[in-house]
């Protein structure tokens, strides 16, 4: 029994396969969210593993406690699981800088949240850390454009516990951290807040400088380089002689930090310090290195001597950045040191500030070293937050003091420093001629002569001294020291103590002690209690040379200074002083407990002097604010005593000490005593006594007020009523205490005083404002919200909310902005304070805010404010909601009620106003909407509804509603455009409140607008349109989520798109008879709604459209509305990226089921109007899933037909039809298919009528134009296009049918013109250009993973130009990757079909012509006319597959090997609207074996007879590959071929069998076409031999013997039967002029075996790369023009050669424009004879099998064409002409050659040939001629090229080998570099080798027509037919084959060895080698073979 589990959270513990039905398999590690257990299960998901839910066993996983998980840590798993995502998706897009940073802050985070694991750390180290982790997850999340996360601290915030406006100022401030952050965790925060304080920290990492033998002392300190003065005290450093690294006195006896610096202190002239002393004797001598040398110590003592000076500039560490709270980094720097003469050392360092280098000059450093270095760091916040934040640098740091206070003074702060400053002094010389060396010698002492220990520091870093030593200047008299040294004495011995300097004399060579010559002394404190006074005092010298007197201390009677009071003038008979003798010294006192203010001394002793009080006052007026605050209670307590007498009435003083007060007061306000305003409320509330000086206190301030504006000196003023706060607090204790005495007297006396008070205020706000005042009327109001705090216990609520109301309507509407806003940062102060919280003082508080806030939200000025008093209101109103959450009182749900009364109509308009510019305030705004909405409950609604519907009068109510549903709607268009992207937290809980708002919003709706009086469709419209932007709005589209966020949604919010959308229907049912008003229009927001991905949603939703349908039906009769606005909005919502295949089936299935349950009278039409939609969704979404992509383009094209033909044939919508075709145009044009884009503007044209002027617009242009314009308009476009893809024949109608236009309509003879100069440019190109010929390819798509328009469906494409199958192939598989290319032509199986994957079948099909268009030529078409009908307006194609039938004979496969031929039939013919048409209709039909052998050795003599017709034509054309030909076809090794035939069909036993039956015709015409193949072959002997020179006649002669050999084999067994019959004799010639031609064709296919078919291997069309066409012998017809086949002679007597097309790089040579098709066969030159025909009876009448037309050939000028009669056939580029009769007896076919190959004067040709179609293998049919115009080899002709093209599937090459090539791309350099490489002619030439039998394979036959003897008295035509689409620049020449082959190993294709067959034809492969084909992959690679000879 499965139970719930309440969300239980484990880790898998172990890992488990799932092996188990409903299992979910788990890896160690894996989180699972467990929803349901049992007693051994678990039941969960893996947010690994997507929406996965299944089961596995309890041992496997360990459940964690969420409770116990630290939040942090756990997001740092969330966030970890989230980025390896999208990092792993960087590694894939290459962003190789944004993986590796994200790597980095991955794994500091992993690292971190190892840490917080550990649980070792305190709880400010653990919260620390937390704050940098966070730190860096904003930063990434940030910089991957994730939701920001909103957090209070490091803790996430939780939307549910707090307001939506504090969650909006926490995605503020979260926002801003941000941004602010950084990968390392630091955090640059925008703050307010200035730092006031910094500390420096300071370590002396080395010192390079030696001291000759001494220790050395240096003084580091910070000094002001622009007052010239020291900041600090000195830090000492002690060096060793030894070196700085040999010397520790103590740890970190090198760092120190210097304290307590202020911003003017940072600036760029402050400075480092380092003042270096040598510590030893006076001077240095030699004797230091004499005493080292004997290893004995000196003795005697050491004196500190001056060395050196260095400084070092801080402008860089001044120039923080104050936005980081991190400390900055710790830099390294290091400085020099410079000396001076001695008497200058005290100013060196202002020398070197100032760069007087001419008084000083470098010390040179010891070798390698770099001065000294130093590390700085600069630390900010007060002292306690640095040690805080930085606790290793404080640890054993000396702490070194700032001479004077910080900015910011803590109470707490205890400070007792005296800095003395040895300046200077003056000497006597005292008889001698050198100056002294004098030593001071500091003490502190008492008044009794004993020394103070302890109390005297030379410098921080070393321990306190009882005495301190200066250094020593020698020799000078007058010498200046500038030592500072600090005294802390302590406080109760500071009155009587005293400091004494002792000077002595120090002698160089006396090494005794110093000698004593006089000393100086000065008191600490005077007489009245002031210490010494800061600055620069002289002192007396006094001579003693007996230390011993000075023990007594008796010296203090005397004058220490001038002007000594404490001195005793009467004794001064022991110590003389002299006049000319002094010592200055420089004092600095820094105590927190001791002044040096004589005034401040007299006011805390005013009792004793009461004389002196005025002054003492005045003074303290001038007093320093340090000195204040210091004593602060003493002289608040001295003040008030003199403020008012014992009766409280004031005194003579009492104006003074208030303002003294008031001053007090206001040094308090200022940042630098901030600290201290506890101290001052900690005085007010224990130990403020004056209970009297309330009445004191008013009447001052009053007086202020009214005196105000009569003041000149405002200052005082604004200090009054700045201070108003601490006045008021003293003045109700000072009541408080006074009622606590006297039991409460005078109470209503001291209320009218306060109102009187407050009057005087108000009086002071009302007068007009100008500069001078407004600064104090701001000090007021900005006091008045802390003021009337203080009046909540002492005046009632009501009192206090009139106060403030009356104060603040005392300002003038119209007053400076500056005192607005003062009025509503007092607003601020109140909704803020105390008073708000608080029942009875809240609601007064509340009106007065109220008012002032509709007032400026009205005026819609100081926005900001009034959003942050909202704010504030809000944010209050919520917790105390939150806090009353059981029972809400009263005042709340009035407090509630009126905010919403004044607030909410305003705010909404407010916003509706502003929302249409760009206003910042705007998302606060928004904020504030949402707060007030989401405190408002039913009971609010209701009551606001009632008051904005008075007396029932509804227009103020749909005014609210209809503003506020826009509003809404505007703020839902851009999903929460207001706030920022990434703020979807915010979004979610904005769209919670929302939704239940507009739940009340509809209540309304249905109880006050839907009555048939006061229904308001636009209201309700408003709320559906709405709606339904709430439900489709982006942030709610659940599913665009990861798994882990979608279900913490879930979770949290539920899937609010199910809520609203049961709300829409609920709104729907309740419509009743009014749905009318809302069909068709409601037709598309609906369709969103059941668009929206969610099952229940859309089951639910889309039953609505069947309440349309019967609500239209009903009322019109139909529901074309519906319908029609279903079929437009679907085609939009569906191109938008919305709805799925689900979709499709729910919306068929539920409407379906719906119609068939309710049965309605409709139903017929309803379930065929489901119907189409369906299928219109399905078109849809296959056109929506192919919509991007480049590759993706052919898809697209197919489905936009798809949609076009549906608007255009299902329902018939003409808009729809017009959009996608101009879609479709614009795919084409992106694919330059322009011949496509030309055909599909012909659909749009042809909808168009020349006869009508109306308006027609086009899809994406609105300007209208006439009917008959557009059409014309669009037929240029059309032209252009067919003109760019060289179709001019279907241009040319078009031309036609504008020329008519402007001819006998438009009258436009200029255009027409132009149309008639572009129709015969057409006619021109037709004629002259270059058209490449396409390939077709057949492509069958199987399999269910394929999408639904090519599913288990077969198309024939249009290949591109020069495209083959190889090409084709791959664009094929870039288009859909993931299909497999099926390696066979076998239909594919049901298993195939049915299988979830792709696979793809490709092959080679030939197109099938029909020529309409010639039908009607009354003479031979040329043939550059009928080419292009051969694979142009084709619908039917056909592809051959060889198969064997019956027994196979190993020794002789021809027996049994038969053609299976594929009829396909498309859907429209091609070229189209696209470049590929899906098969509609599918026939087979098979050939026979002696049929196959039939085409085979026709095509063989054909290849022959065309070399002849070149030769002949142009007999300086290089030898070698004619004489190749020859070898390769008579000088075979193996002679077995024939054999071969002769043995399979040439026997009786044939005949006799069943697969000889009916074969008797083609046996007959196989034997036929080997006599004449022997004919064409002594034909090409007699040529070779007139042609070949002198060094190939060897080669000619052994090919005569071979012949001669040849013939010999064949005799005896290919006999010619001869007849006596008149047809056997050769007749005169007939004139063409004078025949009638008879034509007789044949309409259709025929299933009959037929004779010249083409076959082929299975291997060949197996592989798509080698599939070959074969040719279909029906309905074919070949013409060529008389203009392209006649080339006037110019000197020799070769017959004309007639034109051909030129191929694509032909380079015509001399004055031939084209290459030219040369005759087949040549006669000998002077045989006049036609040739006899054969026996009648031999021959069966081939008109019953091959139906064929025939030209017939006039006289001797004209060159023979066919008639136009007959169908063309396509593909094909030539034709052989054959003769037979009508006579059915009369059917022999000639043995010899006929003598029409060349007439009787021998003047022009008048013959043309079927050529060979070689373009499905890709072998190349280029001739020789044209290889070499093109540069592909060095035969070095010069002559026009011949293109000898063919029509069949294999090239004979001239070695006679039969190659065939794979239609795999090659580009024409490669085929240059292949053909180039060698002379043909230096080619040795042997007899060709046999090629084993396991190497042979066959090819396809070679099919030879009949010849047309132009003498015939009856002809008949007899042709075989041959599809040729071979690419003239692809391809190589037969006549160039061997040379090519034998070099390049048959590159470019295959070439495939063939069995030898007597040099004539091939024989089929044997099965091992058909099976190794089959197996081969779909497109083969090109392959190389050794050629052999012996074949063709």
Known sequence: MWIPSNNKYGVAVHNWHGDVRFGLALDVGDSVDIVEECSHWYRGSCPRKSRAVGIFPKTYVNIKDLTKIDPVVAECTQVLREWSEIWKRLFVDRETYKFQTLRKVMFSILESRRELLSATMTQDQTLELQMVVVSKIDWGNRKLGLDLVPREGPLAVDPHSIGIVKLYNVHVSSADNAKASSSRGTLRRKTQRKILSHHLYFCMRDFGHRIGGDDAEVYFFLYDGTHMRPLSERFLVKISKDGFSNYIEKLHSNCTVFTDLGAADLNEDLHLVAVVMRVGKIIQSDSVKKIEKSGTLGHGPTFRRPFGVGVLSLADIAHFDSSLEQSSDEREYNFKLFQSEEKDFHLLPELIIKKSSGKYSPIQTTQGTQGIVVSLKLLHGGLGQARQEQPLLFQGSTITRKMGFPDVIMPGDVRNDLFLTLERGEFERGGKNTGKNILVTVVVLDVTGNVLADCLWGASGMESQSQYRSMILYHQNAPSWNEMLRLSVPIDKFATAHVRFEFRHCSTRDKTEPKLFAFSFARLMDMGGATLSDGQHELYVYKCEDPSKLQAANYLRLQCRPRDAQAKMDCGGCFSRSSKEVFVLRSLLCSTKLTQNADLLSLLQ???????????????????????????????????????????????????????????????????????????????????????????????????????????????????????????????????????????????????????????????????????????????????????????????????????????????????????????HAVKDLVSGELFHEDDSRTVVLSVACKHLRMHLGRRDELRLCAEILSEILSQLHELQKEQRDKVTNTLQHDLDSLCKNILGILIRTISIIMEGSNAVLPQLVACLLGLLQLLDETHYKRYWDELSPNKDPRDLKEFLSKSLQVYEDLLAQDWHVFPNDWLVMKLAANDVLRMSLEEFAKPLVYRFLGTQAFDSQLWWCYFSLAVSFLTQPSLQLEQYREPKRLKILHSHGDMRVLMGFQILSMWSQLGEQKLHFIPSMVGPFLEVTLVPEPALRKATLSVFYDMMQCEQAARGSFRLVESELIDKLDLLISGNKGDDEYRELFSTILLEKVKVENPNWKEAGIAFIGSVTRLLERLLDYRSVMQGEENRDKRMTCTVNLLNFYKNEINRKEMYLRYIYKLHDLHLQAENYTEAGFTLKLYASMLSWDRETQSIVPFDSSGQPEWQRKEQLYHEILKYFDKGKCWEKGIPLCKELAQLYETRRFDYNKLSEILIQEAKFFQNILTQLRPEPEYFRVGFYGMGLPLFVRNKQFVYRGLEYERIGAFTQRLQTEFPSAQILSNNSPPDSAILNAPDQYIQISNVRPVGDAQALKTAMVPVPEKIARFYDVNDVTRFIYDRPMYK????????????????????????????????????????????????????????????????????????????????????????????????????????????????????????????????????????????????????????????????????????????????????????????????????????????????????????????????????????????????????????????????RSQNFIANGSMDSPEVPPKRQPAVNSPNAPPLPPRGITPDKRASNPMIFNDFGNADAVGRRHSSQHQQHGQKYSVVDISYDDPEADQQPHSLPPNFQDASGGHLSVCFAPNDFRDSGISTTSSRELNHMNLNNLGEDQSMISVHHREHCRISSNGSLDMHVGVPMNITQRESSTSSFDVEDLPVPPPPIPPKSLAVTSNGVSFAGIDDAHSPNPTSTQFNHNHSQNPIQNHSTNNHLGQEQQNGGEGGYSLLQHPVNGLAALPPPPAAVEAASSTTAVASSSSHQHDGGTF
């Open 1446 to 1701: 019956g027994p196979v004979d190993k020794d002789n496969e021809f027996k049994s090997l038969w053609i299976e031929r594929t009829i396909l039939d498309i859907a429209s013919p091609l070229p189209g609207i696209l470049r590929w048409f899906e098969v509609k209709q599918k026939s087979m039909l098979e050939l026979t074996p002696v049929e196959y052998a039939c085409e085979i050795i026709s095509n063989a003599g054909k290849e022959l007879s065309e070399l002849i017709v070149q030769y002949k034509r142009d007999p300086k054309r290089n030898i070698n590959p004619f004489s190749m030909r020859l070898q390769g076809t008579i000088d075979a090794n193996v002679m077995g071929g024939i054999s071969k035939y002769q043995e399979a069909f040439f026997s009786e036993q044939f005949l006799k069998s069943p697969q000889g039956a009916g074969q008797q015709a083609n046996v007959q015409r196989l034997k036929t076409l080997i006599l004449e193949q022997i004919q064409i072959l002594e034909q090409a002997l007699e040529l070779h031999g007139q042609l070949a020179p002198t060094g190939v006649q060897p080669l000619h002669n052994r090919l005569l013997e071979r012949f001669s050999q040849l013939k010999q084999s064949l005799s005896g067994r290919l006999k010619r039967q001869h007849s006596e019959s008149i047809v056997n004799t050769p007749l005169p010639p007939l004139p063409t002029e004078q025949r009638v031609v008879q034509a007789s064709t044949s309409a259709g296919l025929s299933v009959q075996p037929i004779g010249n078919y083409v076959y082929d291997l299975d291997e060949i069309y197996t592989k798509p790369g080698d599939t070959v066409r074969p040719v279909d012998p029906l309905s074919s017809y070949q013409t060529l023009s008389k203009e392209s086949l006649t080339i006037p002679l110019e000197e020799s007597a070769a017959p004309p050669v007639p034109n051909r097309p």
């Open 606 to 824: 005013w009792r004793t002097h009461p004389e002196t009080i005025q002054d003492s006052l005045t003074g303290v007026l001038r007093l320093n604010d340090e000195e204040l605050v210091k004593f602060l209670q003493d002289v608040l307590d001295a003040l008030f005593a003199m403020f008012s007498n014992e009766e409280g009435n004031s005194t003579q003083h009492s104006g003074l000490v208030f303002h003294v007060l008031v001053s007090i007061f206001s040094l308090l306000q200022s940042n630098k005593f901030q600290h201290f305003r506890p101290v001052m409320n900690e005085y007010i509330e224990n130990h403020f006594a004056a209970a009297l000086v309330y009445k004191g206190l008013i009447t001052s301030v009053e007086h202020m007020a009214v005196f105000m504006t009569k003041a000149e000196h405002p200052d005082p003023f604004q200090k009054c009523f700045g201070s108003l706060e601490y006045i008021f607090k003293l003045l109700i204790q000072s009541r408080k205490l006074f009622a606590r005495a006297t039991g409460g007297q005078y109470e209503d006396s001291f209320r009218r005083d306060l109102h009187s008070l407050f009057t005087a205020l108000n009086g002071m706000l009302a007068v007009p404002s100008y500069d001078v005042i407004i600064p104090t009327q701001e000090a007021l109001l900005n006091s008045t919200g802390v003021v009337l705090e203080q009046l909540k216990d002492t005046l009632p609520a009501p009192e206090l909310g009139m106060l403030a109301r009356n104060m603040l309507d005392a300002i003038p509407r119209g007053a400076p902005i500056r005192l607005i806003q003062a009025k509503l």
